[in-house]
């Protein structure tokens, strides 16, 4: 199912572009993840283990394409890539109704509304899939801005695994947060 682009304004008045990743985004992707990870103590996912050559990016991307329950959307400003999400379906029958949430943006542009443009965007059209019933995602209970937005666009909280990071030798409790879509 095809996601028409959109255009939003983030609270610094900057106008982004909301669109489909494709194939030829893989190195742009790659250098904005990479950079997210860096910056955030809220991806479960240290620098070092992030290894994934451009190749492999350009494999997962076109995972999203031939998944009719999977969307992979990127935020593009001035010709980077500033934020991404993913819809991951399930690929098992009886769990084909349901996708898991992946997103994340660069430093600069957290806390101004483009977490809220992306998982709009993906919500909406989650709505319209007509395979997808349930969204859910895990976060820190600790990140606030991932908690609010979360619930701001209408996630439940599902329960708390506590102690489920390990970082640095501190524990972290893990948030299951899940959308009704159909
Ligand atoms: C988590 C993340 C995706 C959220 O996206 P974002 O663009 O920063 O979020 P938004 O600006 O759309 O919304 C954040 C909301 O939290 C609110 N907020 C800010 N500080 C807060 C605090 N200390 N406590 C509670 N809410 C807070 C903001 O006011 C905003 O709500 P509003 O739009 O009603 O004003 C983004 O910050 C990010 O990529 N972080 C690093 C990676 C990550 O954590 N990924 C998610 C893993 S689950």
């Known amino acids: 199912m095809k996601f028409e682009p959109t255009y939003g304004k983030l609270k610094n008045g900057k106008t982004v572009l909301i669109r489909n990743c494709e194939i030829q985004d893989a190195a742009k992707l790659l250098k904005s993840v990479k950079q997210q990870i860096a910056d955030s ?3 479960p996912k240290t620098e070092e283990e992030f290894t994934l050559t ?3 990016e350009k494999k997962w991307i076109s995972s999203f394409m031939v998944a009719s329950n999977s969307l992979l959307l990127v ?4 010709d980077e890539i500033i934020g991404n999400i993913d819809l991951t379906g399930h690929t098992r029958k ?3 109704h349901t996708a898991v ?10 806390n101004m ?3 809220q443009l992306l998982l709009k965007g993906a919500i909406h059209w ?3 899939n007509p395979q997808l019933e349930l969204l859910w995602l895990q976060v820190y209970t600790e ?14 909280e599902n329960g708390i695994l506590k102690n489920y990071f390990k970082q640095d030798g501190r524990y972290y409790d893990n948030l299951t947060m899940s959308l009704v879509v159909k």
């Open 94 to 96: 009886i769990m084909q």
């Open 126 to 128: 989650a709505k319209q």
């Open 75 to 78: 935020a593009e400003y001035e």
């Open 143 to 156: 990140n606030h801005l991932g908690v609010s937005l979360y619930k701001k666009m209408g996630f439940e």
């Open 41 to 43: 103590i809220y991806i």
């Open 54 to 56: 451009e190749e492999q």
């Open 101 to 110: 949430i992946g997103m994340g943006m660069l430093l600069d542009y957290r």
């Open 113 to 115: 509304g483009l977490g």
